[in-house]
């Protein structure tokens, strides 16, 4: 029961200072179906109440765990109330504390019958301690891995495995007998899918997977990452992520990587570091695949051995398909940029048309120029030669330097190219008319001031 489970262990009766309240006050002394008289109140949370009660033929101690009135109101949260119940008692594995009776008060509330355990839980066993020795926490371990195997099989996944829920006990010459408690947010592959709604957070911050905590769909891998959360705690006295507030654990749990164990306690093993650390993957594909992994990892390095690993090759990976939604961040980030594209094109189209004219004019600037030179090049004269008369005077000199007509005809070239006016062809103006002298106008017409 998590959220009275740690006020179950100590003696009959430990509520606190201030007592008992009024609300749990009016069963005290009553009777219950004719058989388990009410002793004493040994916690209450959120969702109910646990009383100590006896059984009244078998004069045997018994726990009697009654949700609150106002909570019978509400059909999901009776029908957890009832799953639990029904999970622990099918599971039949005893390091998972016993359910044995169910039913109704007369106010309308519903409650049912478990063990009594006298014992403490693993919260309060690690902070009396500070931190366990490798063998405590091995012992501890591979208990609550037979229990959670078992419910697995079962097709029962707990999803809120944490110290406050692992009691231990005494039981005959066994000291820390574990008993697994609380499988109130327990999913059952049989079950109602109602009560795991797709998007739903539910579980403990400190000890959740980082599926559970974006809300997807787990399976029973996120009760062995809430393992290794455990198995880190008991050796190290302190949890792999911590955060003032609870998105900066989820977000922890989801992208950051824990400090290894060893960095915290160095005579802790490196094989017992690197199974906590398989466990605690962030990707469930890479963890162990079943609680018999890591059961049989755990036997191994107890013995001194190393141990295997996960089976990541042979088993298919068993994790629902990611539901597709659209997060707020990704609707927003979207739209503004759409906003910044629109803003671009707005600004490219007004720049494009902006230098229309510009070009245009450029072009028809670079046009003249072009076709003037065309112009140059097609009428370009043909070489000089020297007229007939002055041959005899050239003689022989103009035989040996050929090139003296050629720098002569260039030159030519280059100055018709200096005057262009030269080039051009003469306009023929057309003879200006005269006009003939017209009457003698009115003054008065050209002035009217006058």
């Known amino acids: 029961m998590g959220d009275s489970t740690r006020t179950i262990a100590g003696p009959i009766g430990a509520v606190g200072a201030s007592g008992p309240t009024r609300v749990a006050e009016w069963l005290l002394g009553q009777t219950i179906d004719q058989r388990y008289r009410v002793d004493s109140l040994l916690g209450e949370g959120g969702m109910g109440l646990v009383y100590r009660v006896t059984h009244t033929r078998l004069n045997k101690p018994l726990a009697m765990k009654v949700l609150r009135q106002e909570n019978t109101r509400d059909p999901e949260v009776l029908a957890r109330f009832r799953l639990e119940a029904e999970s622990a008692s099918n599971i039949g594995n005893r390091h998972i504390i016993d359910v044995s009776d169910f039913g109704e008060l007369s106010d309308g509330s519903t409650y049912f019958i478990m063990e009594y355990l006298d014992g403490l839980d693993l919260i309060a066993a690690i902070d009396s301690v500070d931190r366990m020795t490798e063998e405590r926490a091995l012992h501890i371990a591979i208990q609550v891995c037979r229990a959670l195997g078992a419910a697995h099989e079962a097709g029962i996944t707990h999803r809120d495995l944490k110290p406050e829920n692992v009691f231990l006990i005494r039981r005959e010459d066994e000291e820390d007998f574990v008993k697994v408690l609380d499988f109130g947010i327990a999913k059952v592959g049989h079950g109602p899918s109602r009560l795991t709604r797709a998007g ?63 960095v915290r306690v160095p005579h802790i093993s490196e094989e017992l570091e690197t199974l906590v650390m398989r466990c605690l993957e962030k990707q469930p594909e890479r963890r162990y695949q079943t609680m018999h992994e890591v059961l049989g990892d755990l036997e191994l ?87 007939p008369m002055l041959a005899p005077l050239l003689g022989e000199d103009a035989s040996r330097a050929p090139g003296a007509l050629d720098a002569l005809a260039s030159s030519s070239d280059a100055a018709t190219a200096r005057s262009p006016k030269a080039r051009a062809k003469p306009v023929r103006r057309k003879p200006r008319r005269r006009s003939k002298p017209g009457p003698a106008r009115d003054p008065s017409i050209l002035d009217p001031w006058n």
């Open 200 to 262: 739903e957070v539910l579980g403990t911050p400190h000890y959740m997977s980082p599926e559970q905590c974006e809300g997807e769909g787990v399976d029973h891998r996120t009760d062995i990452y809430a393992l290794g959360v455990l198995l880190y705690e008991m050796l190290t006295g302190h949890v792999p992520h911590d955060a003032d507030t609870m998105m900066g654990i989820l977000t922890k749990h989801m992208h950051e990587e824990p400090i290894p164990p060893r």
């Open 301 to 387: 390095v107890r013995a001194g051995l190393q141990p295997v690993g996960p089976d990541t090759w042979t088993l298919p990976p068993t994790r629902p398909p990611r539901p597709w939604r659209r997060s707020a961040f990704q609707v927003y980030a979207g739209g503004l940029a759409l906003a910044l594209l629109v803003l671009v094109a707005t600004i490219a189209m007004g720049t494009s048309q902006k230098s229309e004219p510009e070009k245009a004019a450029a072009d028809s600037g670079q046009a003249a120029p072009a076709a003037e030179a065309v112009d140059l090049t097609a009428s370009r004269p043909a070489p000089l030669l020297p007229p």
